[in-house]
């Protein structure tokens, strides 16, 4: 990871230049890109992980890209790149002329893979200027973690403080007279982490010295990775301990934010009503994937939050909290798509309303998936006028899968992604084939469906039969 970082981060002398108020400009020029999409996404916040679009472009014929960007603070950006994902620190109304190494699709073994993950760099910028974040990142982190390696029996296996605390020292003498608040802070809390995972493992201590109190550092992914790890599942921690025993009670039973941050405030560690929202939104956002409270009881006082909180960070992340979970929960609305059939007319997930629909993602380069779509073939004809059976493909040559549906008689609606993978990610399909069924009213029946093989017709007709009566 390292080695590719140095391959591609280009740094030159010069100076970055201010943009027009409103927009941050990402420009530059690759051939591997003509014509090639290039998206641009922000964290909204670090507790869902929820990434939002802000900005987007298409290469031209000679791979000239120009992206204006629209943030208000500094903040993380990642470029989705084909197999890699760039990221960049980017301040408010600036322009960068960045560096991107040559594209390199997704293939389909990658597509396939419901583990794969892109390999992140830094990008490249030419002509920063002298206090440019990006570089003084990209510097510290490789220093970092060459310390990290050198010093790893010291750090994790016999930690001793003064030991840990003079690494430190050392490499702070490089960079505090950098002035810069967000790479002040970025290095603060890389040091809080080295730490707390070696000697320092009293979480109460650590809150005390990085949390209680001090302002939140919502945009810097440092502040964030701490705050992450040290209160993963706390809610399941915090109420088998005696100051935290009315936690569960407080959330299952009264479903009270009001009451939870009391509990919290048992603690001398949580003082804060600031950190305490954010303990409580951390631990309702954990608790969803866990089994010790119900998940109605959450999102209630995961609602309550967001209707009672003054602070509008906090909004934003219990609304993505929301999302996240329940955008592929039975019972909310289908994530919507608009893709082209083999007509090349859009369609939309809206137009099928009033009837129930059977969506499926696939690709003729699985075996899976083509011994299924035979057993389609026959559902369709069983459902017609009832139910809609809609494939998407994610295969790369559209045609070639017009041509085997028409060639076998696969006569159902067939839709095209054309190599956006987003419908993909908003469906969270991790295998192929998957399914989905839509009720009428356009909400999630069965999420996931079972297949064809696994008896997805019996289970239609009873529901199907249970709603005549």
């Not at 990290?148 to 403080?161: C, G, I, M």
């Not at 003079?166 to 290095?187: A, K």
Request: hydrophobic share 35%.
């Amino acid at each position: 990871m390292r080695t590719l970082k140095l391959l591609i981060v280009i740094i030159l002398t010069g100076a970055a230049t201010i943009a027009n108020a409103q927009k941050t400009i990402l420009f530059g020029t690759n051939p591997t890109y003509k014509n090639q999409k290039i998206d641009v996404y922000s964290c909204t916040d670090y507790i869902s992980g929820v990434n939002k679009l802000v900005g987007s472009a298409v290469a031209d014929s000679l791979g000239n890209f120009r992206i204006e960007v629209d943030i208000d603070k500094t903040c993380r950006l990642t470029l989705d790149l084909g197999r890699m994902r760039g990221i960049l620190y980017a301040d408010t109304a600036m322009t960068y002329n960045i560096v991107l190494p040559d594209y390199s699709p997704k293939d389909k073994g990658d597509l396939l893979n419901p583990y794969f993950t892109p390999d992140e760099f830094l990008i490249g910028i030419k002509n920063p200027d002298r206090y440019n974040i990006n570089m003084y990142v990209d510097m510290f982190d490789y220093y970092y973690e060459e310390q990290f390696e050198r010093n790893y029996y010291t750090l994790f296996r016999k930690p001793v403080q003064a030991t840990v605390d003079s690494i430190i020292d050392h490499m702070e003498r490089t960079f505090d007279t950098i002035p810069n608040e967000f790479f002040r802070t970025y290095r603060e809390y890389k040091y809080a982490w080295l730490k707390f995972v070696s000697y320092m493992r009293d979480w109460r201590y650590m809150s005390r010295e990085y949390f209680d109190g001090r302002a939140v550092a919502y945009e810097n992914p440092a502040y964030m990775d701490l705050f992450n790890q040290m209160f993963t599942n706390f809610l399941k921690f915090y109420m088998n301990t005696r100051e935290g025993e009315r936690i569960y009670s407080d959330i299952a039973l009264s479903k009270s934010p009001v009451k939870a941050k009391q509990t919290l405030s048992n603690s001398l560690a949580i003082t804060n009503d600031t950190l305490q929202e954010m303990v409580l939104l951390k631990g309702i956002h954990d608790a969803l994937y866990d089994c010790y409270f119900t998940t109605s009881s959450l999102l209630i006082a995961l609602d309550s939050i967001k209707a009672t909180t003054k602070i509008q960070q906090h909004k934003q992340i219990a609304q993505d909290i929301k999302l996240k979970n329940q955008v592929t929960r039975v019972g909310s609305m289908a994530p919507e798509f608009c893709l082209a059939d083999t007509a090349g007319v859009y369609r939309s997930v809206d137009e099928y309303k009033g009837r129930y629909v059977y969506l499926n993602f696939v690709t003729i380069d699985s075996y899976a998936c083509v011994q299924d779509l035979e057993q389609l073939k026959l559902l369709n004809e069983k459902t017609k006028g009832v139910m809609d059976v809609i494939s998407i493909s994610i295969d790369e040559d559209f045609d070639s899968v017009k041509n085997f549906f028409k060639r076998n008689g696969y006569n159902w609606t067939l839709l095209d992604t054309k190599g956006d993978m987003s419908v993909v990610e908003s469906y969270k399909v991790k295998v192929y084939p998957s399914y989905f069924l839509i009720d009428v009213d356009g909400t999630l029946c069965m999420s996931p469906a079972t297949s064809p093989s696994e008896g997805f017709e019996s289970r239609f007709k009873q529901l199907f039969q249970s709603r005549r009566h």
